[in-house]
Structure formats: structure tokens, C-alpha cells
């Protein structure tokens, strides 16, 4: 847990994005989860696998590090879903940080977990209390879902999805950690009773009220620049 500048106390977080090659098949599905509809952050959302680092997770007193977000990533999916991602590789993707007007407050790394496609001993299971759901299933898929109205899926994740249709994981590999150490930081402000998500690279940015980011990642560049609450979902908006 760290302040920000305006003395706002945000915690560490860590969520893993796992994928699973699919036989006889080019695309990959990806491990979701359902909030529970009682959570206090982000209910009843399709996210992927991940909760707040604990101290548990700080076994070796390096708080921040990168061995201390990547045991939490490991501990929360196998806590939220069953899967054991103790041999797996993890590789940091993305980071964000959640909007100053939230009352609860991440920075959240993402990292990418790939398993093999004879993985079916990995199926998984919602751990119903933080998950009620689980599901094995392709970007796109769930994208279809969502355009159903029958996904709620946060910004991040969101945008993540689209990014795996677009590009697959390739480009999600190739980001180097110096350009990760700074996360993305939208504002969220109410636009005409609308809430809306004003992301860094948006020409309003610095206009509208929040604490805001200095500097504008690169990798920002390539998702939408608002996002509005509309119909109970977050829809990228230009």
C-alpha cells in the first residue's frame, strides 16, 4: 500500500490473465469469474482472477516487488478458482490504477499465465463467496456477451479483451517493464448524470476533475479514450 500525491492511500493488487490453449482450434480461452453481487469492489463483474497482495504474499520482506505481486497473483487464482499456477511462467502485461473518485483504490498489475491444452485437470471452480461463476471461454466470446448485455466487465478488463481480439497476446508479451512501471489512470466524472471513464491519452484529460497522471503511456494509445455506463455496462465511446 503506497499514497498517491494527493495523499489518497492506494493498495498493491494483482490479477492474472490465464489462458488455455483449445485442441483442433486457433484461439486460446481464457479463464473468468464472476464477483459476487456482494462484493464492495467491482460486484457482480466478469474479471479475471486476482485480488489485493497480502501480507502473506511478502515472504521475503520486499514489499513492491515483483515476487511479492506475482505470489498474489498465484494465491488469488487459486484461492477464487482452484487453479494452481505454481509451474507456470508469469508475464507482466499491464498495470493500472484505479480512478481517484473510487472509494477503494489499486494499483493492479496484470499478469499473462499460458497453460497447455491437455490442462483439463486445471477446469477450475468458483470459489462462491468472491466468485460465483466460472467459465472457460475465448475473448471474443465473452465480447459477444457483453454486447448481449449479459456481461458486466470493468474497464480493464474490457479493454484487455478487446486488445486479445485485435492482436492476440503477442503484443501483450512484448511490452518491456519500464514502459509497465506506469499505470494507466483514467479520471471517472459524471457527464450530463452519465458516469464516464476519461482515459490519459483523451484531449480532456487534464480538464476534468481528478488526480491525473503526468505522463500518458504508450500503450494507452491503442484503447478507446472514454468509456460511459450505459445500459448497466462500460461501452467505449469516442
Known sequence: MGATSDGTMVSDAATVLVMRRVEHAANMDALMVRRSQHSPFMP???VFPGGRVDDADD??????SARTFEAAARRECKEETGVDLSDTPLRWFDTWQTPSAEPRRY??????ATLPADASRQAGRAD????TELL????SGMLDRWRRGGADLPPPTLCILQQLVASGVGPLEALCESELA???????IRLAGV???VMPHDPGYDSVEGTGSPFVPARVRQLPRRLVRKDNRWCPHS
Open 107 to 112: 494499483t493492479a498489475r496484470f499478469y499473462l
Open 128 to 131: 462462491g463467496r468472491e466468485t
Open 136 to 139: 472457460w471461454i475465448s475473448a
Open 44 to 46: 457482480d463483474t466478469w
Open 195 to 197: 458516469p464516464t471513464i
Open 182 to 188: 506506469t499505470p494507466i489512470l483514467p479520471k471517472r
Open 59 to 64: 515472504a521475503d520482506g520486499s514489499r513492491g
